[in-house]
């Protein structure tokens, strides 16, 4: 009976532990190349957290952080990309991280939501042949762009691709935008 308590505890505690929010690289970021320190000086900065999610299936990583430093407001959007290097997967197993930072300001997150029902509306009007995929960008800039895919059987689509410095990252269409409308609010 005690070590089936124990179990119970120990599994209540990995589960609050999985589902807390880590904000470290952006906060990381945030502090590091965006607020400026001086020493003597104070300075002042917010931060909120707006979407931090793993991808099970790819081991992607997306995090999003509203961020408000001096006059500038901000959406960081931190995308971790793991891989294997095959040089050192050989030698060492490890896997490697590569993360990537973009800063999308307002008028680029406006943009975003103001075009989202364009994207699509041109998605849905292409008829895929078997075995064909096809896909409509929106380009939001030289290191973003947001993609739906469709194929033969599938009408509208749930997941959107947001391509992170020429690296995928997959979420919902619905996350997406309620994470852009917070963070228009915030």
């Known amino acids: 009976m005690r070590q089936a308590s124990y179990y119970i505890i120990g599994l209540m505690i990995f589960i609050v532990a999985s589902c807390a929010s880590v904000r470290y690289d952006t906060e990381r970021y945030i502090k590091n190349n965006i607020e400026s320190h001086q020493t003597g000086d104070f300075t002042s900065v917010r931060m909120m957290t707006l979407y931090n999610q793993a991808n099970n299936k790819d081991g992607t990583h997306l995090e999003m952080t509203a961020f408000k430093y001096k006059d500038k407001k901000g959406l960081l959007i931190s995308a971790h990309q ?105």
Not at 91 to 118: P, V
Not at 125 to 140: G, P
Not at 153 to 179: F, H, N, Q, R
């Open 82 to 186: 793991y891989y294997k290097d095959r040089k050192k997967a050989k030698e060492e197993g490890d896997a490697i991280t590569n993360t990537a930072f973009i800063i999308l300001d307002t008028t680029q997150c406006r943009a975003i939501i103001n075009n989202y029902n364009l994207l699509e509306t041109k998605i849905k009007k292409e008829n895929a042949q078997v075995d064909e995929e096809i896909f409509i960008d929106y380009t939001v800039s030289s290191e973003l762009y947001l993609s739906l895919g469709k194929s033969k059987g599938t009408s509208i689509p749930g997941d959107i691709a947001l391509w992170v410095k020429c690296e995928k990252y997959m979420l919902s269409t619905e996350a997406l935008l309620a994470t852009l409308d917070d963070f228009m609010k915030y």
